[in-house]
């Protein structure tokens, strides 16, 4: 039987969530085999009972899972696993992270910078208005945009960047065999050609509020940083930005009036130093380092010095040079190195002066250190 089936499987368990999942996966090594394990074996991982294993044997749940990727891929929908080398690096590093997701366009998961932009449903005039001036001005930055795709502000940051060609992507809180709200219907059909939809939820899957939430996570672990344009003291911003300072994100919010109900969750971030304060894209770009996509990094040729580097440390140097800012994942890649070891080799090359390291788990090589 094909593995995916097994995987959208894994997926589909009642009470087992991703974590447990993982657990699962790390025992056995593939979905597959923990359908496959003696039911024995399985015991021995903490928190799975009988109830949770008695699924395994439950043959309905393979024919649904086969009926899913019978969907998705007459929807021509990628089935991203979290092993799989398109899922999003920023999200699979979250402890929680979904085991698999269902993408429909062609946006690029890993794109070198990525902003969340969340904020209330139902946004004042000023709200509408400096969102989408904040849109307009992230175009220079070469982003891709995340939202929900709800009414307000998601779907204002959606609208904004399609008019500024910014990719853009919508997550969802329910399958891709249907859109909610069902007026964005255009909207979103407009995005999967110019970004695209994920979600990681199978279809079928309505969009019930308990949904949401988990969709929250996603738009969170997906960014480099996530930015509230206006909130009320409770909702799913909020709850976005809470997912966002438990991954270690950076959070802006824009501070608003200080009587307005619609600015009360922005100001309460910042009080509470759960969000920096801005004022305009030039703000968050500031805040994390970047420079203009306008700009041309002219590639430079490495002073003498390299030499005086250990082997693994000249290759990730040259690696870098010319490049401008590079994400560690790709690294790892090009010098063949686990993720630990080179965490080491960039940490030294930093303390002496040769790279710096960037917000986003970025890296270039220093002005300094260039002839």
Same mark, same amino acid.
């Given at each position: 039987?094909?593995?995916?089936?097994?995987?959208?499987? /894994?997926?589909?368990?009642?009470?087992?969530?991703?974590?447990?999942?993982?657990?699962?996966?790390?025992?056995?090594?593939?979905?597959?085999?923990?359908?496959?394990?003696?039911?024995?074996?399985?015991?021995?991982?903490?928190?799975?009972?009988?109830?949770?294993?008695?699924?395994?044997?439950?043959?309905?749940?393979?024919?649904?899972?086969?009926?899913?990727?019978?969907?998705?891929?007459?929807?021509? /929908?990628?089935?991203?696993?979290?092993?799989?080398?398109?899922?999003?690096?920023?999200?699979?590093?979250?402890?929680?992270?979904?085991?698999?997701?269902?993408?429909?366009?062609?946006?690029?998961?890993?794109?070198?910078?990525?902003? =969340?932009?969340?904020?209330?449903?139902?946004?004042?005039?000023?709200?509408?208005?400096?969102?989408?001036?904040?849109?307009?001005?992230?175009?220079?930055?070469?982003?891709?945009?995340? =939202?929900?795709?709800?009414?307000?502000?998601?779907?204002?940051?959606?609208?904004?960047?399609?008019?500024?060609?910014?990719?853009?992507?919508?997550?969802?809180?329910?399958?891709?065999?249907?859109?909610?709200?069902?007026?964005?219907?255009?909207?979103?059909?407009?995005?999967?050609?110019?970004?695209?939809?994920?979600?990681?939820?199978?279809?079928?899957?309505?969009?019930?509020?308990?949904?949401?939430?988990?969709?929250?996570?996603?738009?969170?672990?997906?960014?480099?940083?996530?930015?509230?344009?206006?909130?009320?003291?409770?909702?799913?911003? $909020?709850?976005?930005?809470?997912?966002?300072?438990?991954?270690?994100?950076?959070?802006?919010?824009?501070?608003?009036?200080?009587?307005?109900?619609?600015?009360?969750?922005?100001?309460?971030?910042?009080?509470?130093?759960?969000?920096?304060?801005?004022?305009?894209?030039?703000?968050?770009? $500031?805040?994390?380092?970047?420079?203009?996509?306008?700009?041309?990094?002219?590639?430079?040729?490495?002073?003498?010095?390299?030499?005086? $580097?250990?082997?693994?440390?000249?290759? %990730?140097?040259? /690696?870098?040079?010319?490049?401008?800012?590079?994400?560690?994942?790709?690294?790892?890649?090009?010098?063949?190195?686990?993720?630990?070891? /080179?965490?080491?080799?960039?940490?030294?090359?930093?303390?002496?002066?040769? %790279?710096?390291?960037?917000?986003?788990?970025?890296?270039?090589?220093?002005?300094?250190?260039?002839?």
């Amino acid at each position: 039987m094909d593995e995916r089936i097994y995987q959208i499987a /894994l997926t589909q368990l009642t009470g087992i969530g991703p974590v447990l999942a993982k657990k699962l996966l790390t025992h056995c090594g593939t979905a597959s085999a923990v359908f496959l394990e003696k039911p024995d074996l399985l015991r021995k991982i903490s928190r799975i009972g009988a109830n949770k294993l008695s699924q395994l044997s439950d043959k309905s749940i393979l024919k649904r899972a086969e009926e899913e990727l019978r969907f998705t891929e007459r929807h021509k /929908l990628q089935v991203l696993f979290i092993d799989d080398a398109h899922y999003p690096e920023r999200l699979r590093h979250c402890h929680d992270a979904p085991l698999l997701l269902y993408h429909c366009g062609n946006t690029n998961l890993n794109a070198k910078r990525i902003v =969340s932009i969340v904020g209330t449903r139902s946004p004042s005039e000023y709200g509408k208005e400096l969102c989408m001036q904040f849109v307009k001005d992230l175009a220079q930055y070469n982003v891709l945009i995340v =939202s929900g795709l709800a009414y307000g502000i998601d779907a204002i940051a959606h609208k904004m960047a399609l008019e500024q060609n910014i990719p853009t992507l919508g997550v969802l809180a329910h399958g891709l065999d249907q859109i909610y709200p069902y007026a964005h219907r255009g909207l979103a059909r407009q995005m999967t050609e110019s970004g695209g939809l994920l979600t990681d939820f199978p279809s079928q899957t309505k969009p019930d509020r308990e949904n949401f939430p988990m969709r929250n996570r996603i738009v969170a672990g997906l960014s480099d940083a996530v930015i509230v344009v206006e909130s009320g003291v409770t909702g799913g911003s $909020l709850i976005t930005t809470e997912f966002a300072n438990n991954y270690n994100r950076d959070v802006f919010a824009f501070p608003g009036r200080a009587n307005d109900e619609k600015s009360a969750g922005c100001l309460r971030l910042i009080k509470g130093h759960k969000a920096a304060l801005i004022t305009s894209a030039a703000d968050v770009a $500031l805040g994390m380092n970047w420079e203009s996509g306008v700009q041309t990094t002219l590639a430079v040729e490495v002073k003498p010095e390299i030499e005086k $580097l250990e082997v693994e440390e000249a290759t %990730v140097v040259g /690696l870098l040079n010319g490049r401008g800012e590079v994400h560690i994942s790709d690294l790892t890649t090009g010098v063949n190195l686990c993720h630990e070891h /080179l965490l080491d080799i960039m940490a030294s090359l930093e303390l002496n002066g040769w %790279v710096k390291s960037i917000p986003g788990n970025y890296y270039r090589l220093k002005r300094s250190c260039v002839a």
